[in-house]
């Protein structure tokens, strides 16, 4: 799962801004309501309401958040009807972007991203036009304090993962798409819950950001992404150096 870290470093920029909680929390409810509606009610017999309530939890949503999420969802009269949509495109430096999002309104969230993508330097695609730089993954992570690498490793790749990589914080554990949920229960009952649990889009080739300014207005770019309400995931394939990473961190 090398190369993941380059998805963090977005994320953890916005690590401050997304104390902004109740935006959080009203994105991971509309995932919960669309993964209720996609099967079962009840997580143990739909996995993608489980993932949902996961990703929840790792974010301390509260119970009442999820159990209101997952009761829209059987809602009949009435209720926001969610539905998820993909965009694709090109950020500044010619970065590839896939953004994820749940709506009500696909006119609305579409016309938001165009103009975000015009006024912000990027291109928006058609579909497909950047994912053959991807492939989709199942992605778990743990704090590093669970257990050491080793032991991590070797939990993960028994319950059927493909790949380990262990950093300063984190323990990121990669796996097919079709496998996430049965590694996911393996290894919550080694470590309990992760810290996350989701479907990811892995960058196969990257695209390398050699300037100061280019990769301050990809980081504008995609901050003003993630913003918008009905915008779920930002993902990208950029390649930025340790010290572009310096001296944005020290601008910022």
């Known amino acids: 799962m090398s190369g993941h870290s380059q998805f ?69 009269g009435g209720g926001d009807d969610y539905v998820s949509v993909r965009y694709e495109g090109f950020g500044p430096g010619k970065v590839a972007i896939i953004v994820e999002a749940t709506t009500d309104n696909k006119n609305r969230t579409a016309g938001n991203v165009r103009t975000i993508f015009g006024k912000r330097g990027g291109a928006m695609g058609e579909s497909g036009s950047v994912t053959f730089n991807f492939e989709r993954i199942g992605f778990i992570e743990y704090p590093l304090s669970v257990a050491d690498a080793d032991k991590v490793f070797e939990a993960a790749l028994e319950a059927g993962a493909n790949d380990v990589v262990s950093d300063d914080e984190h323990h990121d554990i990669e796996t097919l798409p079709d ?48 913003d918008d309400d009905d915008v779920q995931k930002v993902y990208h394939n950029a390649e930025i150096s340790d010290d572009i990473w310096a001296k944005l961190n020290a601008e910022n």
């Open 8 to 76: 963090k470093n977005i994320m953890y920029r916005k690590g401050a801004q997304d104390a902004k909680k109740a935006k959080v929390f009203a994105k991971l409810a509309r995932d919960i309501t669309i993964a209720a509606k996609s099967g079962m009610p009840e997580p143990d017999k739909n996995p993608r309401l489980r993932l949902a309530i996961q990703a929840a939890r790792a974010e301390s949503m509260p119970k009442d958040n999820i159990e209101r999420a997952i009761a829209k969802a059987s809602q009949t």
């Open 179 to 226: 496998d996430l949920n049965a590694v996911t229960e393996a290894l919550e009952k080694q470590f309990g819950t992760p810290s996350a649990s989701r479907l990811d889009w892995k960058a196969l080739v990257k695209t390398e950001v050699t300037d100061l300014e280019t990769a301050q207005k990809l980081l504008d770019f995609i901050d003003a992404l993630e």
